[in-house]
């Protein structure tokens, strides 16, 4: 089978090369892949930045926003071959810590966990892959395609899950407003959510053109190419997507009274700044405010995903993803280009 894989710590090694089929010891559930969604994360670790291979390997398979077709199933399995499925990428640490043991190993304590992909284990970047059943999670056959954005999705919706957890320590919470900052698919799918719960949602982006100004008013949100006015905005909650330093600066005490800054954009270290930090302590705390980080998703967040999904426009999701790149041409999808949203990989098309 066909694989794309990198030596990790090594840049830019990625190379699209012949291996054996997975092992059993991968998982007992054979899956052919139909599409990968390329992201940030995929090119921090062709870039060499961080990604670990498999005990005992040299190189690591790509990729962990999967969607693919069951091809075998053992006895008992409530899968049958033929289903829609994507591939869960957080595996609980082996101890576990209390988190883990109870299933919410995107919440892992001790970081001993592994991902597809990215730590420790082969991704989703090849022709098959296998899968342990209980990290297999069933899609509506309608979603079709789509189910690539399933990934993405899920990390903004256990974003929402914790962002409204939080504000109910105040039995009187009730969110209006909310400022995303940031147009890419973590970002726009984000807006989508929050439009979903009913919320006056405000989008921040630097660019002026391109897909990402109509896909956000198309939502019935609003989007900004200059940074709002926070006072005047008074966001209930904001979600952080860029990772750039001078928005977060920005954010951090900005939000409402009693409001939300969930930071859901990796940044990359180096990046020092001068602030206000007794500004923000004073916010922070006359305005009962809070700022916490959030990544990776468990089970109940892969069915939320699929919930907002199903509740979306088909054709406005299609719009998120820009570009569909055949693998015979797999190195055009990690170019960078000043269009792009969502790049996938189609597997079913070489």
């Known amino acids: 089978m066909l694989a794309l894989t990198v030596l990790p710590g090594k840049p830019h090694s990625i190379n699209l090369e012949d291996m054996p089929l997975p092992p059993v010891g991968d998982g007992a559930v054979l899956v052919r892949a139909l599409a990968l969604g390329i992201c940030g994360t995929d090119r921090e670790i062709i870039a060499g930045d961080y990604g670990s291979a498999p005990p005992g390997e040299e190189r690591l398979i790509l990729g962990h926003e999967s969607l693919g077709r069951v091809?075998?199933?053992?006895?008992?399995?409530?899968?049958?071959?033929?289903?829609?499925?994507?591939?869960?990428?957080?595996?609980?640490?082996?101890?576990?810590?209390?988190?883990?043991?109870?299933?919410?190993?995107?919440?892992?304590?001790?970081?001993?966990?592994?991902?597809?992909?990215?730590?420790?284990?082969?991704?989703?970047?090849s022709e098959y892959f296998r899968i342990e059943p209980e990290f297999v999670v069933k899609l509506d056959p309608d979603l079709g395609a789509l189910g690539v954005l399933i990934?993405?999705?899920?990390?903004?919706?256990?974003?929402?899950?914790?962002?409204?957890?939080?504000?109910?320590?105040?039995?009187?919470?009730?969110?209006?407003?909310?400022?995303?900052t940031g147009a890419g698919p973590i970002g726009l799918l984000a807006a989508m959510i929050g439009v979903q719960q009913g919320l006056d949602v405000h989008v921040y982006d630097r660019n002026k053109g391109g897909a990402k100004p109509a896909l956000t008013r198309d939502l019935g949100a609003t989007y900004h190419t200059d940074f709002p006015d926070l006072d005047k905005l008074q966001p209930d909650v904001v979600m952080e997507c860029t990772g750039a330093a001078p928005v977060i600066a920005r954010t951090m005490g900005g939000a409402a009274a009693a409001g939300i800054v969930c930071l859901a954009g990796v940044s990359g270290a180096g990046h020092e700044m001068t602030s206000d930090i007794g500004g923000f302590n004073r916010a922070m705390v006359l305005d009962n405010q809070t700022v916490f980080g959030s990544v990776n998703a468990n089970h109940r967040h892969y069915a939320a995903a699929e919930r907002a999904l199903d509740r979306a426009d088909p054709?406005?999701?299609?719009?998120l993803i820009s570009r569909r790149v055949p693998l015979s041409r797999w190195t055009e999808a990690f170019e960078r280009r000043d269009d792009d949203i969502k790049v996938v990989l189609d597997f079913a098309a070489h």
């Open 151 to 180: 990934e993405p999705t899920s990390v903004v919706a256990k974003a929402w899950e914790q962002c409204l957890r939080i504000g109910q320590r105040s039995a009187a919470w009730r969110p209006c407003t909310a400022l995303i």
């Open 315 to 319: 054709a406005w999701l299609s719009r």
């Open 71 to 125: 091809e075998e199933t053992p006895d008992g399995c409530d899968l049958r071959p033929g289903d829609l499925v994507v591939g869960i990428v957080r595996r609980p640490d082996p101890v576990p810590c209390p988190s883990c043991a109870a299933g919410e190993w995107d919440m892992c304590r001790n970081g001993r966990y592994t991902e597809r992909g990215i730590k420790a284990r082969n991704g989703y970047g």
